[in-house]
């Protein structure tokens, strides 16, 4: 049984993730956002389950759908929306944009342009967890069609050789852009390729927010445990097209509305109106206070200054010596940034390579008749 209070918890956490995305597609059509901009409308509850059953200083990254893992994780509304606008007020100046967020300060490391690029970039932070000898777990979200990726392969192969603390989640809307994930894999049930790196897999219903942080509480606790790797198939779909310059014309109008009667928003809603856990009116409430403060966010956005021009060549390196200034702290005046700040006296005592623990060569035997 789940309390009354994760319930609307994540409630009004998947409600924020589809008010602001909502508010992010009307300002792509008023020019607001250049660029791309891709939605996460119709699978808030794989980042909302995910998030919810982590700890906050678990490191988290995805690819470029990725307005909503910082946001629940924290981060600041009005500066998120301000960098989807390119303004100096956003969390890099304006300078990453849409499909390159980042907030260091609530452990959400990206937001990756590059198709599976966050990938081997997770097995790195999880290596780093385990030499260090802490006890997070590095989380890594990515598309179905990142899955064919090259360093997908690579990546599993260390994580399984080295037994990092990381959870690999593919979020399978069924397209990777416009094509069926079907059409291009040899083996579409993705979950099923762990088994080649001796590593543990599970699927879930990723339109099912409770199932989401369920399967997801367990499967960290088994990796915080030293037991290994995850690979974790959150199968989902998305209510728009691949990016707003999409008008997703490989799927029929019938398909998307059968989908849609899947909304893991109306679900959970529902959930809490049956079980009599919140009234409607306690549930419209709580989505008004969700649209004000994407209304509120669009307004500074809009109030913010663009980036100087004498800034175009700014940060493009770290310069030694330059202070670290917080973006919240920077943008807000805020003084209860908490910056994670990496430890300097530490002794490793990991073998990464134990002598003893090598598999013994396997002999080669032709078949009879071969050349």
Not at 67 to 87: C, N, Q, S, V, Y
Not at 88 to 97: A, E, F, L, N
Not at 135 to 144: A, E
Request: aromatic share 8%; hydrophobic share 35%.
């Amino acid at each position: 049984m789940h309390s009354p209070e994760l319930l609307l918890t994540l409630f009004r956490k998947m409600t924020l993730s589809r008010r602001f995305e909502e508010k992010a597609g009307q300002a792509y059509g008023q020019k607001k956002i250049q660029g791309f901009c891709h939605l996460y409308i119709g699978q808030e509850a794989i980042a909302v389950g995910i998030n919810e059953a982590l700890r906050p200083d678990d490191p988290v990254l995805t690819g470029y759908r990725d307005h909503t893992h910082p946001l629940i994780r924290g981060a600041d509304a009005g500066m998120l929306m301000a960098e989807l606008f390119g303004k100096d007020t956003g969390y890099s100046k304006g300078k990453g944009g849409s499909m390159h967020l980042f907030d260091v300060e609530h452990h959400f490391y990206g937001g990756y342009g590059i198709v599976g690029g966050q990938i081997p970039i997770a097995a790195g932070m999880a290596f780093a967890s385990k030499y260090r000898g802490e006890d997070r777990i590095t989380v890594c979200s990515f598309g179905d069609a990142a899955s064919n990726q090259g360093a997908f392969h690579e990546s599993f192969n260390m994580a399984s050789k080295w037994k990092l603390p990381v959870l690999y989640v593919v979020e399978n809307n069924k397209y990777g852009m416009g094509t069926d994930i079907a059409r291009v894999s040899g083996e579409p049930e993705l979950h099923k390729r762990a088994a080649a790196y001796k590593m543990r897999s599970a699927v879930v219903d990723g339109m099912n927010v409770t199932e989401v942080y369920d399967t997801v509480k367990e499967l960290a606790a088994s990796i915080r445990a030293g037991e290994g790797p995850v690979f974790l198939e959150a199968l989902c779909y998305r209510f728009r097209g691949h990016s707003m310059s999409d008008a997703a014309t490989y799927r029929t109008k019938e398909e998307v509305e059968h989908e849609k009667q899947r909304d893991p928003i109306q679900t959970l809603r529902q959930q809490l109106l049956l079980q009599k856990l919140a009234t409607a009116e306690q549930l419209d409430a709580i989505d008004e206070a969700q649209k004000k403060i994407c209304e509120e966010a669009v307004a500074f956005a809009d109030a913010s200054a663009e980036p100087p021009l004498e800034d175009v060549y700014t940060h493009t390196e770290v310069v030694e010596g330059e202070v670290d200034v917080p973006p919240r702290a920077r943008v807000r005046g805020a003084t209860d940034v908490r910056w994670p700040t990496p430890p300097t006296d530490f002794k490793v005592t990991w073998d990464l390579e134990p002598k003893d623990a090598h598999a013994p060569a396997a002999v080669f035997q032709p078949r009879k008749g071969a050349a």
